[in-house]
């Protein structure tokens, strides 16, 4: 089960530190002692096997131990991100029936005065204070009760609770953007989880000697596998709230002798914008990225500037958490690639019929394996169009909607959302191959294409770029460094430059907001 992370790594060396939080150290039997005193507050509480608890804080020692706590009780923890505002939080909850809310001081008022709309919540915990609220806090709904209050009621619980759980139970809601609008909320098990934390942990080499910092949000299933695999392996995780201040991160890097640092392609850009040989890395053993493709100009920068790193360039996706990585042995020789499928896990490429493609060939993206979500939440026409049957009876492969290239040696090529493609002049574009072209340009930081509607070509293709600092660049300049190295009908229309691109909470690029209506 995904709880016994943290419970085995409480029995092997129970005195390590687990966790860095705001300067603050907390061992594996803090973590272990108090997500158990939760555990059985939750119980008391009334949380039944199953239900859902969604956790609305930034990164903080109490996130950690909510989530092993929720698991611990038998119920599903839902990650929230910190700064998602009351519209989206009451849907979430609404949507997934959330028994009980786990929020900052500051969200108490907000979440009282919209209880109305929050028919299924029947608990609210507090972080940051021990004050009762002035309502009558035994008659309302939800019951308020205060994180410290709890860990000193159940203080006496330092044992975890005697509930079955088995591989297949729910352990985890993670919602993602819909196209529709509405996020999505993907299922996933224990065994889901499980596998994927044994997977990625084996092939990045992880041991309890690591020092992993965390500055993406838990909410983000590629900060919340940092806490995951981290503890599955004994290690220490550094958890940081944000990548605000990339200076102090860096620092942070040096003085917690960190060595491994999970990044995505924006925090990489603006890495490189910054002079690295001011700092001293020589703990820092890998650095990897997911969420979008890394730039090969990102990582042959990067081998460059720090030649003793390891780089690992790998593919995921929320429904099934990761699908491959490039071995450290072909970063220098592909560059272009996101790797081979990582271990238990099997993909191919198919056509728009379902039927196997040869090597060469682009087609979507198919993933099989014990990481692949259970469906969406409440969701089956959704889940029908990315989960299918496959030829053995009662298994199901993932559709990923993405757009990739499998060469002979079976190494994957990303090609592009099968959403995102372009079709200008009848031609079909991807923009991952344009912007690919844009960030080989010396003086261009970060590239996103998008399609804008028209009404002779389809579509045409725009490009909006961030420039290095201090750099200048005419959009004529741009224009003729692509007709130099793309296809005369993969060239933009138009070059939009721009001081920064909109960001997602996760720190992807947000094209949704540089489409055109």
Not at 42 to 62: F, K, P, T, W, Y
Not at 125 to 154: C, H, K, Y
Not at 355 to 374: C, D, Q, S, Y
């Amino acid at each position: 089960m995904l709880q016994s992370f943290l419970e085995q790594s409480e029995q092997n060396d129970p005195q390590k530190v687990a966790l860095v939080v705001d300067q603050q150290r907390y061992t594996y039997l803090e973590l272990e002692q108090q997500s158990n005193r939760l555990a059985q507050a939750l119980l008391q509480r009334g949380l039944g096997r199953g239900d859902r608890v969604a956790i609305h804080l930034e990164n903080s020692l109490e996130a950690a131990v909510a989530i092993f706590a929720v698991l611990k009780a038998g119920g599903v923890f839902v990650m929230v991100n910190p700064t998602t505002k009351i519209d989206k939080l009451s849907y979430v909850l609404n949507n997934c029936r959330a028994r009980v809310l786990i929020i900052p001081e500051k969200k108490r008022k907000t979440v009282f005065e919209n209880s109305d709309l929050l028919p299924h919540l029947k608990n609210a915990i507090t972080v940051g204070t021990t004050a009762e609220s002035p309502e009558d806090n035994e008659l309302q709904m939800p019951r308020f009760d205060a994180w410290d209050q709890l860990q000193s009621e159940f203080a006496d619980h330092i044992s975890p609770p005697a509930i079955p759980t088995i591989s297949i139970d729910l352990a985890a809601l993670v919602y993602t953007s819909g196209s529709t609008g509405n996020p999505k909320g993907v299922m996933l098990t224990h065994l889901n989880m499980t596998s994927a934390a044994r997977s990625i942990t084996t092939y990045l080499m992880n041991e309890p000697s690591d020092i992993i910092l965390n500055v993406l949000p838990l909410s983000f299933d590629y900060g919340l596998y940092q806490l995951l695999m981290a503890f599955r392996v004994g290690a220490t995780l550094v958890l940081e709230k944000s990548f605000t201040y990339p200076h102090a991160v860096l620092q942070k890097i040096i003085s917690e002798r960190v060595t491994g640092f999970p990044l995505v392609p924006t925090m990489s850009a603006i890495l490189l914008k910054m002079d690295l040989s001011k700092y001293d890395f020589t703990n820092l053993r890998f650095i990897t990225n997911t969420g979008a493709a890394l730039p090969t100009e990102h990582i042959l920068t990067f081998r460059k500037r720090l030649p003793h790193v390891q780089i690992f360039s790998m593919y995921g996706l929320t429904e099934c958490k990761r699908v491959s990585y490039l071995p450290l042995d072909q970063v220098d020789t592909r560059t272009g690639s996101v790797g081979i499928a990582m271990p238990d896990t099997e993909v191919f490429i198919v056509d728009d019929a379902g039927h196997h493609l040869p090597p060469e060939h682009v087609g979507e993206l198919v993933v099989r394996g014990a990481n692949v979500m259970k469906g969406y939440w409440e969701a089956p026409e959704q889940t029908a169009e990315r989960l299918k049957p496959a030829d053995l009876p009662n298994e199901m492969l993932l559709y990923t909607g993405d757009l990739f290239r499998m060469d002979r040696e079976g190494f994957l090529y990303f090609v592009g959302r099968r959403d995102d493609i372009i079709k200008s002049r009848g031609e079909k574009v991807s923009p991952k191959e344009v912007e690919n072209v844009l960030f080989t340009h010396e003086k261009i930081s970060e590239a996103a294409v998008v399609g804008d509607p028209d009404p002779v070509l389809g579509q045409s293709i725009r490009a909006i770029v961030t420039l290095m600092p201090g750099e200048e660049l005419a959009e004529k300049e741009v224009l003729a460094y692509c007709r130099k190295h793309l296809e005369d009908f993969m060239v933009p229309q138009k070059i939009e430059f721009r001081d920064e691109l909109p960001k997602s909470p996760n720190g992807k690029i947000d094209k949704k907001q540089l489409t055109l209506p």
